[in-house]
């Protein structure tokens, strides 16, 4: 007959017997004896007359006489003693702007879960200007909640009040706030399915129609046109407000800040103009060839031709533009550079992106795997995302020169590419403009049929250029027009009863 298997551990103590405890249930405590009770008031009262060090040791002396189980039901016994509500106590020592800034850290939720703990959680909150703080600190850090309260001007009851007038009470930040997030998710909504108001500029150019480059803000946008000149709208009455005139050639590309426009033309030069007035105030000759496009930043420009070359220009004044160095290396025109204070950026009709150094300006690697020419880049922290007329989209890991994704879709040329921390912007000679999912591209688990999001199609021309932020697209094309794609309020906005959400209605 077959023994069954013993275990047999020698290490174990026989005076230590392991035990089961079952949970420490007071309905089945005995009643004490009288002896019990007789001996126990005999003991406190020796307790008490003990000083507070010698009470401790003798305690510490009973609980290493005790089992686990006893250790169990003491420590149940003495967490809610241990526990304090410091918030409510704060402010009974005086120290409510403690208790305030121990809940301002908290996030939404645990903000909304904190008002129900108590009245005086509640109060704290409430007196504390809690939900206002929490509102402020959203629009400080985060450039969608600062353009909306911007747009929807409720900036105006935030920060310090206006002379002469005072904060709005509790109540209304803390009604504020659903109202932003259900804002908030409207705008998302809008995006994914394409729900827009759209506004039309028809540039009117007299001979030769086009509109190839453009910048805006909130209160005009700049484009360089095909018929030579440089035209300003006014963003509120869509009114052309300045035509600048000067180069011989059509203004291919430009960017402009708060002092100066710096505009590159077919005409091989890169021209200078006060933002102002419209003044031209430098003209740099360098390129045999058309600039086909440029950046500057923090006192440093590039350039790039159809001839093939990269100009590094250091940018004193408006006056003092002085060539540092000239990047050599691309076999075909040099159509887009980007850079940081890290790498330059350029891309060609040679199907290859070459990286440089920023502040030696020597070449670092190539990143090869388009097909064809590439017409557009865009580059920030380690990503590049590039357009090419092989019709697919790139994204690359500029550090280890890796193509993470490629996006197909367009049915020609991908001529102009936009990223933030959410979307893809890509316009093409298709007349289309598509909006991708990036964070759905930078991740490798995702389908390729999830990628894009949605598809824009007004222009009847080649979409030339494009810029976006988290409210609208504004996009210029051959077909002599500049579209503004409003995304934060839509159609179906306008025809509902109540338009987006306002605090104010």
């Known amino acids: 007959m077959m023994e069954t298997d013993k275990i047999d551990d020698s290490n174990t103590n026989?005076?230590?017997?392991?035990?089961?405890?079952?949970?420490?249930?007071?309905?089945?405590?005995?009643?004490?004896?009288?002896?019990?009770?007789?001996?126990?008031?005999?003991?406190?009262?020796?307790?008490?007359?003990?000083?507070?060090?010698?009470?401790?040791?003798?305690?510490?002396?009973?609980?290493?006489?005790?089992?686990?189980?006893?250790h169990g039901h003491i420590n149940s016994y003495l967490k809610p003693m241990l526990q304090r509500d410091f918030i409510s106590l704060l402010p009974k020592q005086g120290l409510d702007h403690v208790a305030e800034n121990i809940l301002s850290y908290l996030d939404a939720d645990s903000l909304r879960n904190a008002e129900l703990v108590c009245k005086e959680w509640f109060r704290v909150i409430s007196e504390g200007m809690l939900w206002k703080k929490l509102i402020?600190?959203?629009?400080?850090?985060?450039?969608?909640?600062?353009?909306?309260?911007?747009?929807?001007q409720w900036i105006q009851h935030l920060f310090k009040p206006r002379p002469g007038e005072n904060h709005r009470p509790h109540s209304f930040y803390r009604a504020l706030?659903?109202?932003?997030?259900?804002?908030?998710?409207?705008?998302?909504?809008?995006?994914?399915?394409?729900?827009?108001?759209?506004?039309?500029?028809?540039?009117?150019?007299e001979n030769s129609k086009g509109v190839y480059c453009l910048q805006y803000d909130d209160q005009k946008i700049v484009s360089g046109l095909r018929d030579n000149t440089i035209k300003i709208w006014d963003r509120s009455t869509l009114q052309c407000t300045k035509v600048l005139i000067g180069h011989t050639g059509s203004v291919l590309c430009l960017q402009y800040d708060d002092k100066v426009i710096i505009s590159g033309s077919?005409?091989?030069?890169?021209?200078?103009?006060?933002?102002?007035?419209?003044?031209?105030?430098?003209?740099?000759?360098?390129?045999?060839?058309?600039?086909?496009?440029?950046?500057?930043?923090?006192?440093m420009m590039v350039t790039c031709s159809k001839d093939r070359s990269i100009a590094v220009w250091d940018m004193t004044s408006q006056t003092e533009i002085t060539l540092r160095r000239v990047l050599v290396g691309h076999?075909?025109?040099?159509?887009?550079?980007?850079?940081?204070?890290?790498?330059?950026?350029?891309?060609?009709?040679?199907?290859?992106?070459k990286v440089w150094n920023t502040s030696t300006c020597e070449f670092v690697k190539t990143l090869n795997g388009h097909k064809r020419g590439i017409a557009c880049l865009q580059y920030r922290d380690r990503l590049v995302v590039s357009g090419s007329s092989d019709n697919t989209i790139r994204l690359w890991d500029i550090e280890c020169g890796s193509c993470l994704r490629v996006l197909e879709g367009h049915e020609e040329l991908v001529r102009c590419i936009r990223f933030d921390s959410k979307r893809i912007v890509s316009g093409a000679y298709d007349g289309k403009i598509k909006v991708w999912d990036l964070v759905a591209a930078l991740d490798p688990r995702a389908p390729a049929s999830a990628l894009c999001l949605r598809t824009l199609v007004e222009?009847?021309?080649?979409?030339?250029?494009?810029?976006?932020?988290?409210?609208?697209?504004?996009?210029?094309?051959?077909?002599?027009?500049?579209?503004?794609?409003?995304?934060?309020?839509?159609?179906?906005?306008?025809?509902?009863?109540?338009?987006?959400?306002?605090p104010f209605e």
């Not at 089961?20 to 001996?39: G, M, Q, V």
Request: glycine residues 2%; proline residues 3%; aromatic residues 10%.
């Open 266 to 299: 077919s005409d091989s030069t890169v021209r200078v103009w006060n933002v102002n007035t419209g003044e031209m105030v430098n003209t740099l000759i360098h390129h045999c060839e058309a600039v086909l496009h440029l950046r500057f930043n923090n006192g």
């Open 177 to 205: 706030f659903p109202k932003i997030i259900r804002d908030i998710e409207s705008i998302e909504s809008n995006w994914r399915h394409g729900r827009h108001i759209l506004q039309r500029i028809n540039c009117r150019s």
């Open 459 to 502: 222009h009847t021309g080649r979409v030339f250029r494009l810029q976006f932020d988290e409210f609208q697209i504004v996009s210029s094309s051959h077909d002599d027009t500049i579209l503004i794609w409003n995304f934060l309020n839509s159609i179906t906005d306008r025809s509902a009863k109540s338009p987006s959400p306002s």
């Open 14 to 70: 026989s005076q230590y017997p392991m035990t089961i405890l079952s949970p420490y249930d007071t309905a089945r405590k005995k009643e004490p004896s009288a002896t019990f009770n007789a001996e126990r008031e005999s003991c406190l009262k020796c307790f008490e007359k003990w000083s507070e060090t010698d009470q401790v040791e003798f305690v510490e002396n009973l609980l290493a006489r005790m089992c686990h189980y006893q």
């Open 331 to 353: 076999r075909a025109a040099v159509n887009v550079v980007d850079f940081d204070e890290k790498y330059i950026v350029s891309a060609s009709g040679d199907r290859t992106i």
């Open 136 to 152: 402020e600190r959203k629009v400080r850090t985060d450039s969608l909640w600062r353009g909306l309260a911007e747009r929807r």
